[in-house]
């Protein structure tokens, strides 16, 4: 039987308990046990298809196709491996299986209510994890405590101590304790009142983590401890930090996972970090460093960071790979539409994926610019479908090209939907072609690669790319293309997949550290 490390928010959202999960999964895993991860979310989506990047940032893509927020990419990068679309459950989803099993009648005509209903099927989901070669499942609540949304999931996992028996859960509630600038004082009660909220539900927190910007005092730990009812040694400090990968060492320091495995009656041992901890004094280098390369990430979501957050960390991955400082800089498509002169200076440009006509101009003008220059550019997506927009256009002559997306009336639908229409999602395999440079970089002819696209490079007009300079270099097993690069290029490669999706922090995907291996011109 797996046993379960439940991870709750108090105080304010934001606080970093995606993060805080992640850290104990991946600790836990160094230590040689195995490790499975799951999201509750409250909102009614169904899942994160049609959530604006806007508010929850990007949308990522698990193996099995299933759809989350960016949280389910930072588990798969800390624990390196793959997650299923059972990972990523949201109350819509939970609603929509309790309404389904009652219009099926199989409620045997009781009254379907929260308790024990919804909780119920709260609690068949979370045991969907329990499998025998699972040793802990570490569950995020997400939200806050005190949200009413958020109170089918507090009183499922509470029901859980007792389904389970005592040493087979962990409660660890994650608040914020803010800093009076003035006094520099600590202030706790947000804290005792957060935990106060989740004890009023039937929740004993057995670990707090203390999220603040500055490091806690003796005082205010015990102060915590004492209001709190948590052993000292299980009030655990997370302070603010520039370098994302610091955070689970710096749990560990203070036992972090010693502490949750004792109250699992699991031993502890010295986790293996070495990895991690090379990789942690690379980006500490690479901050500090005063000649960074820089990169243009174009799109339309630049106003939101986390909108390409698994790209970013991909093409970051890959310079510390390479002992390379990235500055990676998010460059507006309508600013490139309007000036493509906002690229200059930039050792190379990413164009990012998406959906929409929105910005699509813009992403055209980057590829002509990274073509015509010669700038080391990958295209993803629909970057890669304005990629091949651009070049039937200029280079083949054929003016009125587009995507059938956005001109259905177009005499060159160089993009066209995909057989048959759908919103192709999850791994599929990719048939690179041989002598390609796509082939050096991968060094195999099959490989596996996640999409997520409604709109496919066209067969078509294959011959008269390969005739005016462009090769497709992948194809499905179909005989889609599914990737394409311009040999005369130093690098300019277009991919209607997301290799991001299958970048880890430890070990990133091919193309990224090709990309990069340009740019340093090695």
Same mark, same amino acid.
């Given at each position: 039987?797996?046993?379960?490390?439940?991870?709750?928010?108090?105080?304010?959202? %934001?606080?970093?308990?995606?993060?805080?999960? #992640?850290?104990?999964?991946?600790?836990?895993? #160094?230590?040689?046990?195995?490790?499975?991860?799951?999201?509750?979310?409250?909102?009614?989506?169904?899942?994160?298809?049609?959530?604006?990047?806007?508010?929850? %940032?990007?949308?990522?893509?698990?193996?099995?196709?299933?759809?989350?927020? $960016?949280?389910?990419?930072?588990?798969?990068?800390?624990?390196?491996?793959?997650?299923?679309?059972?990972?990523?459950? @949201?109350?819509?989803?939970?609603?929509?299986?309790?309404?389904?099993?009652?219009?099926?009648?199989?409620?045997?005509?009781?009254?379907?209510? !929260? &308790?024990?209903?919804?909780?119920?099927?709260?609690?068949?989901?979370?045991?969907?994890?329990?499998?025998?070669?699972?040793?802990?499942?570490?569950?995020?609540?997400?939200?806050?405590?005190?949200?009413? =949304?958020?109170?089918?999931?507090?009183?499922?996992?509470?029901?859980?101590?007792? #389904?389970?028996?005592?040493?087979? @859960? !962990?409660?660890?509630?994650?608040?914020? &304790?803010?800093?009076?600038?003035?006094?520099?004082?600590?202030?706790?009660?947000?804290?005792?009142?957060?935990?106060?909220?989740?004890?009023?539900?039937?929740?004993?927190?057995?670990?707090?983590?203390?999220?603040?910007?500055?490091?806690l005092d003796e005082s205010s730990k015990k102060k915590i401890s004492q209001f709190c009812n948590v052993d000292t040694k299980a009030i655990i400090e997370s302070v603010t930090t520039d370098n994302?990968?610091?955070?689970?060492?710096?749990?560990? =320091?203070?036992?972090?996972?010693?502490?949750?495995?004792?109250?699992?009656?699991?031993?502890?041992?010295?986790?293996?970090?070495? /990895?991690?901890?090379?990789?942690?004094?690379?980006?500490?280098?690479?901050?500090?460093?005063?000649?960074?390369?820089?990169? /243009?990430?174009?799109? +339309?979501?630049?106003?939101?960071?986390?909108?390409?957050?698994?790209?970013?960390?991909?093409? +970051?991955? /890959?310079?510390?790979? +390479?002992?390379?400082?990235?500055?990676?800089?998010?460059?507006?498509?309508?600013?490139?539409?309007?000036?493509?002169?906002?690229?200059?200076?930039?050792?190379?440009?990413?164009?990012?994926?998406?959906?929409?006509?929105?910005?699509?101009?813009?992403?055209?003008?980057?590829?002509?610019?990274?073509?015509?220059?010669?700038?080391?550019?990958? $295209?993803?997506?629909?970057?890669?479908?304005?990629?091949?927009?651009?070049?039937?256009?200029?280079?083949?002559?054929?003016?009125?090209?587009?995507?059938?997306?956005?001109?259905?009336?177009?005499?060159? /639908?160089?993009?066209?939907?995909?057989?048959?229409?759908? $919103? +192709?999602?999850?791994?599929?395999?990719?048939?690179?072609?041989?002598?390609?440079?796509?082939?050096?970089?991968?060094?195999?002819?099959?490989?596996?690669?996640?999409?997520? *696209?409604?709109?496919?490079?066209?067969?078509?007009?294959?011959?008269?790319?390969?005739?005016?300079? $462009?090769?497709?270099?992948?194809?499905?097993?179909?005989?889609?293309?599914?990737?394409?690069?311009?040999?005369?290029?130093?690098?300019?490669?277009?991919?209607?997949?997301?290799?991001?999706? *299958?970048?880890?922090?430890l070990n990133t995907n091919p193309i990224f550290s090709e990309f990069i291996k340009v740019m340093l011109g090695k």
């Amino acid at each position: 039987m797996s046993k379960y490390i439940f991870v709750t928010g108090g105080v304010v959202s %934001g606080l970093g308990k995606g993060i805080t999960a #992640a850290s104990m999964a991946m600790l836990i895993k #160094a230590q040689g046990y195995t490790v499975d991860m799951i999201k509750f979310d409250p909102y009614f989506n169904v899942d994160s298809l049609f959530l604006s990047p806007y508010q929850h %940032g990007e949308v990522f893509v698990t193996e099995d196709g299933g759809e989350g927020d $960016l949280v389910i990419g930072h588990y798969e990068r800390f624990l390196d491996q793959n997650l299923s679309e059972n990972s990523n459950i @949201t109350s819509g989803k939970i609603y929509s299986a309790v309404i389904r099993r009652e219009r099926e009648g199989s409620y045997g005509g009781e009254s379907v209510q !929260v &308790v024990p209903h919804i909780t119920g099927e709260i609690i068949r989901t979370l045991k969907m994890l329990d499998k025998p070669e699972t040793d802990v499942v570490v569950c995020e609540i997400g939200g806050v405590v005190g949200d009413i =949304e958020n109170h089918p999931y507090l009183e499922a996992i509470r029901q859980c101590k007792v #389904a389970l028996g005592k040493g087979n @859960t !962990v409660y660890i509630h994650v608040t914020y &304790v803010p800093i009076i600038e003035m006094s520099g004082e600590h202030k706790t009660k947000p804290t005792q009142n957060s935990v106060k909220e989740l004890q009023n539900i039937g929740i004993q927190p057995d670990m707090i983590v203390c999220r603040s910007d500055y490091a806690l005092d003796e005082s205010s730990k015990k102060k915590i401890s004492q209001f709190c009812n948590v052993d000292t040694k299980a009030i655990i400090e997370s302070v603010t930090t520039d370098n994302l990968y610091q955070v689970p060492l710096k749990l560990h =320091e203070q036992n972090f996972e010693g502490v949750a495995l004792g109250k699992l009656k699991m031993d502890a041992s010295e986790p293996k970090l070495d /990895a991690w901890r090379d990789m942690c004094v690379r980006a500490e280098k690479a901050q500090a460093a005063a000649d960074k390369l820089r990169i /243009a990430l174009v799109g +339309k979501y630049t106003e939101k960071a986390t909108a390409y957050q698994s790209l970013t960390d991909a093409i +970051k991955t /890959a310079g510390l790979l +390479k002992n390379a400082a990235v500055d990676i800089t998010l460059v507006s498509s309508a600013a490139v539409n309007d000036d493509p002169s906002v690229l200059d200076g930039y050792a190379g440009i990413v164009i990012a994926p998406g959906f929409g006509v929105r910005g699509f101009d813009g992403k055209i003008a980057a590829a002509k610019y990274a073509r015509e220059n010669d700038v080391p550019c990958l $295209l993803i997506g629909l970057g890669a479908q304005a990629g091949l927009v651009e070049f039937a256009r200029d280079v083949c002559g054929m003016t009125d090209a587009d995507s059938q997306e956005f001109n259905t009336e177009s005499p060159y /639908a160089v993009v066209c939907s995909v057989e048959p229409p759908m $919103l +192709k999602k999850g791994a599929f395999p990719t048939l690179i072609t041989p002598g390609t440079y796509l082939s050096r970089i991968y060094g195999e002819q099959t490989v596996s690669e996640r999409h997520r *696209h409604r709109f496919d490079f066209s067969r078509t007009y294959e011959q008269l790319f390969l005739k005016s300079g $462009l090769v497709f270099s992948a194809h499905s097993p179909t005989g889609v293309p599914e990737a394409y690069e311009i040999p005369t290029n130093k690098f300019f490669i277009g991919t209607i997949y997301s290799p991001e999706y *299958h970048s880890r922090l430890l070990n990133t995907n091919p193309i990224f550290s090709e990309f990069i291996k340009v740019m340093l011109g090695k």
